[in-house]
T-cell receptor, first 108, second 115 residues
Framework: AQRVTQPEKLLSVFKGAPVELKCNYS??????LFWYVQYSRQRLQLLLR??SRESIKGFTADLNKGETSFHLKKPFAQEEDSAMYYC??????????FGAGTQVVVTP | DTGVSQDPRHKITKRGQNVTFRCDPI?????LYWYRQTLGQGPEFLTY????????KSRLLSDRFSAERPKGSFSTLEIQRTEQGDSAMYLC?????????????FGEGSRLTVL
């Protein structure tokens, strides 16, 4: 079965502390994974995708096929990182399977 | 271009009524998607179009739901005989691409409340 699991509904961190959002997936094919973010009162938008191996706003994510994980990390959290984060797996043409999301709250 | 736009942003209706949502994608995007999001969950795929062709529909899309994209531009999602379980945020997204790697550009959503 295709599944994306984000085990943490809420992650509260202090400004300047590292933050890691967990994402585990279940997929029989070769996975394509994304992280989407929704800031307060804004629309859902792409943060990063695994194939580009890029760092966006200081965030990185590494696909670990052995552990079927795609955790999102940032070494030093900023207040503007407070948002809802969704891990998403491509499961077919035009079809993304989203996780339930993790709310990140960065406190000063 | 201001991105994907959806109308109305909020709709409150009584059970049994029909509702229609409209989505205007980014103009050059050939793919258009509808997702549904309920409280505490991530978006769930409903259906998608490539140009005017509806290529896939989720099992979530019962017979009461119908989506169209008549000229390959804007799309409508109609829900007939609404039920309280239809209350959700309906998200439209568009993308440009012939492969699966296209980034989805989302609209702000249309929130439906069925009383």
């Amino acid at each position: 079965a295709q599944r994306v699991t984000q085990p943490e509904k809420l992650l509260s961190v202090f400004k300047g502390a590292p933050v890691e959002l967990k994402c585990n997936y279940s997929y029989s094919g070769s996975p394509e994974l994304f992280w989407y973010v929704q800031y307060s009162r804004q629309r859902l938008q792409l943060l990063l995708r695994h194939i580009s191996r890029e760092s966006i706003k200081g965030f990185t994510a590494d696909l670990n096929k052995g552990e079927t994980s795609f955790h999102l990390k940032k070494p030093f959290a900023q207040e503007e990182d407070s948002a809802m984060y969704y891990c998403a797996l491509v499961v077919g043409w035009g079809k993304f399977q989203f996780g339930a999301g993790t709310q990140v709250v960065v406190t000063p | 271009d201001t991105g994907v736009s959806q109308d109305p942003r909020h709709k409150i209706t009584k059970r049994g009524q029909n509702v229609t949502f409209r989505c205007d994608p980014i103009s050059e995007h050939n793919r258009l998607y509808w997702y549904r999001q309920t409280l505490g969950q991530g978006p769930e795929f409903l259906t998608y179009f490539q140009n005017e062709a509806q290529l896939e529909k989720s099992r979530l899309l019962s017979d009461r739901f119908s989506a169209e994209r008549p000229k390959g531009s804007f799309s409508t999602l109609e829900i007939q005989r609404t039920e309280q379980g239809d209350s959700a945020m309906y998200l439209c997204a568009s993308s440009l691409g012939s492969g699966e790697r296209g980034e989805l550009f989302f609209g702000e959503g249309s929130r439906l409340t069925v009383l």
